[in-house]
């Protein structure tokens, strides 16, 4: 009986984190932005952090880079509407790095997305690329995000790479690279000729979005 | 724990001078300036409307993309007219006109719409001989290697294997003689880009088979 009760629990449990998981890639696909709606949703996971305002928060995150810079980076076509979130850059990113419960493979296909259309900068997208470095340097969600990486055409490999190593100045992405490329030159060898060659190009050679 | 505190640190030492970082774009300036030059043109007429263009492409995809939730601030119905407009000049320095073509590249993503009217025409002046392309290479291989990268990579996006754009030249004797630092970042654009993305506005940026 206690054998049936746990086998049960489990496959309760089971049921529902799959049906979080499409809930969550279906919207993941889904191309609107809602201010409103990650607004709500940023409360709702504040008040009440579990798994449903999680993926309600997910959901309601943007899906390209484009549409995150648009909500995010400060800019006077933008400036006193509802999609100026440039305030909220930092909270808003913190949060969805800090989403614990949404399946690490659908969290690395969105963070892949919008890492691609992003630019370096000195506002939101440079927080970004922190959490998105502080990912790469765990090994739970390293090989997740790298091997969405690998899926990729190869001129987003460039964008995802190109975002992840962009810098105006040396630091401690040298570290970072180093510890990356040797794993990554044995799962997935094309890909890691496409991160060695954007390190070379955009690693202290690039200029911040003026 | 003391990461993600310094994170929080910087972000409030930093906002005063990330609010003071507004794009400059308009589309009020933009729209009325384009007006002018249209009507009964003129050098002052053009000069303005090339003032008032986007100097960057997130400000050129965020006016000119589609966006229509930001209502008066999008210009997308004005887009191919406007862009247009731009590359017709007459009034502006090669050596000021490039340095802007140049910037707003180096920003832009392929998409439909406004994206491709801005790859089309720099397509056309990088296919043809003469000075303007030489203008425009020269000012490209003066910036960071990072932005001649984003530079090429857009130059050479395309979403599918087409033969007679896969043939096309951009000068790549006059990069190999004038610049040559700058032929294997040509190179590299051309093997990753050229078939080698989807749109940006495309479910995904996943190899196509995998797309479905």
């Known amino acids: 009986m206690i054998m049936y009760t746990t086998a049960s ?9 799959l049906a979080l998981a499409s809930l969550v890639k279906a919207s993941a696909q889904s191309q609107d932005l809602r201010p409103e709606e990650i607004a709500a949703a940023h409360a709702a996971l504040l008040s009440c952090p579990d798994s449903l305002a999680e993926a309600r928060f997910f959901n309601a995150f943007p899906d390209r ?35 614990r419960l949404i399946p690490a493979e659908v969290l690395a296909e969105k963070v892949v997305r919008i890492t691609c259309g992003l630019r370096f900068s000195q506002g939101a997208s440079w927080y970004w690329q922190w959490y998105l470095r502080q ?17 990729l055409r190869s001129g987003h490999q460039l964008e995802f790479w190109a975002m992840v190593w962009s810098s105006a100045e040396a630091d401690s992405r040298d570290l970072l690279f180093e510890s990356l490329q040797p794993g990554l ?25 003026e | ?44 007429r053009q000069r303005l409307f090339f003032d008032a263009f986007p100097t960057n492409g997130e400000d050129y995809e965020l006016i000119f993309g589609y966006h229509p939730e930001l209502r008066d601030s999008s210009l997308y119905d004005c887009a191919a007219d406007m862009v247009e407009a731009f590359w017709c000049h007459d009034a502006i320095p090669d050596s000021l006109f490039y340095s802007k073509v140049a910037a707003v590249t180096c920003g832009l993503r392929l998409d439909a719409d406004a994206p491709n009217y801005w790859q089309a025409r720099l397509e056309s002046v990088l296919t043809r001989h003469g000075r303007d392309a030489e203008t425009l290479i020269d000012r490209v291989a003066s910036l960071p290697v990072g932005d001649q990268m984003r530079f090429w990579s857009f130059v050479w996006s395309t979403t599918l294997d087409d033969e007679v754009r896969s043939r096309r030249d ?15 970042v040509y190179d590299s654009a051309r093997k990753l880009f050229f078939n ?17």
């Open chain 2, 170 to 184: 951009f000068h790549r004797g006059y990069i190999l003689r004038r610049h040559p630092q700058m032929v294997p």
């Open chain 1, 135 to 151: 990912a790469l340097a765990l090994p739970e969600l390293r090989d997740v995000i790298i091997d969405e990486v690998a899926r």
């Open chain 1, 185 to 209: 030159l044995t799962r997935h060898p094309h890909t890691a000729s496409i991160s060695a060659c954007a390190f070379h190009l955009f690693h202290n050679e690039v200029r911040s979005r």
């Open chain 1, 9 to 17: 629990y489990f496959k309760r449990a089971a049921i529902c984190l």
């Open chain 1, 65 to 99: 880079g484009e549409d995150f810079t648009l909500l995010y980076e400060p800019h006077n076509l933008t400036a006193g509407t509802t999609f100026d979130f440039s305030g909220s850059s930092y909270c808003h990113t913190s949060a969805f790095w800090n989403l």
């Open chain 2, 196 to 212: 080698g993305i989807n749109f940006s506005s495309e479910p995904s940026p996943r190899n196509f088979p995998e797309c479905e």
């Open chain 2, 1 to 44: 724990m003391r990461n993600y505190g310094l994170v929080a640190l910087l972000f409030i030492v930093l906002s005063p001078a990330l609010r003071a970082q507004h794009g400059g774009v308009s589309a009020g300036r933009l729209r009325a300036a384009y007006e002018a030059s249209v009507g009964e043109g003129g050098r002052l």
